[in-house]
């Protein structure tokens, strides 16, 4: 079982591995998404960057992604990719595909 974790602090993402590891998780990858210093002005009241994971990225199934280039980072892109042969349709827009 695989997992993505975006989170806002290094000890939070160290906290939230350990349980998962746990549960039998044993492919973890941080995401780091835009923070304050790349505003995004177009979504998230113009005030900030990404704030969910979900907001950029979802799987249309085990081996397609679709997300936003500008929400998720070249590491976490790279991964999909490369290490995890996933192949990703790149939006022109920020989305949620939970919405």
């Keep these: 079982m695989a997992t993505k974790l975006s989170c806002c602090s290094c000890s939070l993402a160290k906290s939230v591995g350990y349980i998962l590891r746990g549960l039998g998780v044993d492919d973890i990858h941080y995401?780091?998404?835009?923070?304050?210093?790349?505003?995004?002005?177009?979504q998230v009241g113009a005030s900030s960057g990404m704030f969910h994971l979900d907001?950029?990225?979802?799987?249309?199934?085990?081996?397609?992604?679709?997300?936003?280039?500008?929400?998720?980072d070249y590491d976490t892109v790279k991964w999909l990719q490369e290490d995890k042969g996933v192949d990703i349709i790149f939006s022109k827009i920020s989305f949620s595909p939970i919405s």
């Design 31 to 42: 995401a780091y998404l835009p923070g304050f210093l790349t505003k995004r002005t177009k």
């Design 55 to 72: 907001m950029c990225f979802g799987m249309a199934n085990p081996k397609v992604a679709v997300l936003w280039p500008g929400g998720v």
